[in-house]
């Protein structure tokens, strides 16, 4: 399971946490504007999407260790690429490859040999590890980088353009290496994952897509994690705001995000055990509701030294209840009536539809904020976002009242 956990996280490092984490000196040293980081996502989710349609079966037919180190090592080796600080297009390969990288041998099989390491009625507490460990991992990731990145720069008012370089290659190749090394702990110490029968036939398959599909709760479900992954995808977001509406230097940005990453396993974690005592929607609710609050203060108070508690604040209440979502949304697939043995594919369709974020939200996003340049466009975007957790809240309350608690 730690191998598990090394992996989930490390390959999503090199197309994530460098500009989430870095995201003011990631666009300086590539000269690129945030519209064009919104489509560099864009091209990332549009081909993770095809990724996670066509990544099941590829699961079923291949080990699991071999599709994980493989996926591994190949995002490796983009890192290397991206170190050479290419143009907007070779980014866009490169996102796209990532997009291929991190999904299409990797998210299936992810599941799968987390699945098979948790026993029938563990399965709660494999997820449950899965997601807080890669919440930590990512917080001692984010730590040991933002060091580093803190290490290559002087005084903020004296950073040049070689020192910043520096800064960012000095993470990019951390990320990197995390990956091979996540590889080879995969290669050597996870085993390979049984090989499933193939006398069950395509007509049966086909028979448990058509039957979840007719279910309102794979539908309400996969509203609950569009609208909850907006608000994982708007951590890209906060060291931006930071610099346009507080005045931070690209120095000190990258801290803010850090500390919200400590939060991630804790927030995980906690958010499982209040779901097995209170249901995983109403727990769900109830973070849908934090989110709507904080966003609407996002969007309407001004940013000032006088209100720089309240970025802190914020950021810490909207990282708690994202990261939380993320532990339970799936945990309500126990609380309707999708058959055990419809699970896979019930998952399949939502994950389809329900990452679709990963496609639209950058390029809206950083849309909106380059319409109204400065902190009043990333206003806008958290008025949009409370609109989006609104949503989130009414289909979380519309499961619960179809499939009342038994």
Same mark, same amino acid.
């Given at each position: ?56 079966? =590829? ?40 997009? @291929? ?36 991992? @990512? ?37 990197? =290496? ?34 979840? #599909? ?76 934090? =989110? ?31 990261? @939380? ?33 990963? #496609? ?20 806008? #975007? ?25």
């Amino acid at each position: 399971m730690l191998c598990l956990i090394l992996a989930g996280e490390a390959i999503f490092t090199l197309p994530f946490h460098v500009s989430r984490f870095f995201g003011v000196t990631f666009l300086r040293v590539f000269g690129f504007n945030e519209a064009q980081l919104g489509y560099l996502f864009l091209v990332y989710g549009v081909v993770a999407m095809v990724a996670y349609g066509v990544g099941g079966p =590829l699961a079923d037919r291949f080990s699991a260790r071999k599709l994980l180190a493989f996926s591994l090592v190949a995002t490796g080796i983009g890192g290397f690429y991206m170190a050479r600080v290419p143009g907007f297009a070779g980014m866009c390969v490169l996102f796209g490859f990532w997009g @291929a990288s991190t999904i299409l041998m990797f998210w299936a099989p992810l599941i799968r040999a987390t699945r098979e390491w948790g026993s029938h009625d563990e399965q709660g507490r494999a997820f449950g590890f899965l997601e807080g460990g890669r919440g930590l991992l @990512a917080a001692i990731l984010t730590t040991v980088t933002v060091l580093a990145f803190r290490s290559f720069l002087p005084d903020p008012e004296a950073i040049d353009e070689s020192q910043r370089r520096a800064a960012l290659l000095s993470v990019i190749y951390t990320y990197s =290496l995390t990956c091979f090394v996540a590889a080879a702990c995969v290669w050597f110490l996870v085993p390979d994952t049984a090989r499933r029968s193939p006398s069950r036939s395509g007509e049966t398959k086909r028979g448990r897509i058509a039957l979840v #599909v007719k279910m309102p709760a794979v539908w309400l479900l996969a509203v609950v994690i569009i609208c909850a992954y907006c608000s994982y995808k708007a951590f890209v977001l906060f060291p931006l705001y930071a610099e346009a509406g507080f005045g931070w230097s690209e120095k000190d940005t990258p801290t803010l995000n850090a500390l919200g990453a400590w939060l991630r396993p804790v927030a995980a974690l906690v958010a499982g055990l209040v779901a097995d005592r209170v249901s995983a929607t109403r727990a769900g609710a109830f973070c849908f509701a934090l =989110l709507i609050v904080t966003y609407i203060c996002f969007a309407v108070i001004q940013p000032g030294d006088q209100t720089v508690w309240i970025l802190w604040a914020n950021v810490i209440v909207v990282t708690t209840a994202a990261c @939380a979502l993320r532990a339970v949304y799936y945990a309500v697939l126990e609380e309707t009536s999708i058959p055990r043995d419809a699970t896979g594919s019930a998952v399949g369709v939502v994950a389809f539809f329900g990452y679709t974020p990963e #496609v639209f939200f950058a390029p809206l996003a950083f849309g909106i904020v380059a319409a109204s340049p400065g902190a009043t466009g990333y206003q806008h #975007v958290f008025g949009l976002l409370a609109a989006i957790a609104a949503v989130g809240l009414v289909a979380t309350v519309a499961i619960r009242r179809i499939y009342p608690q038994q």
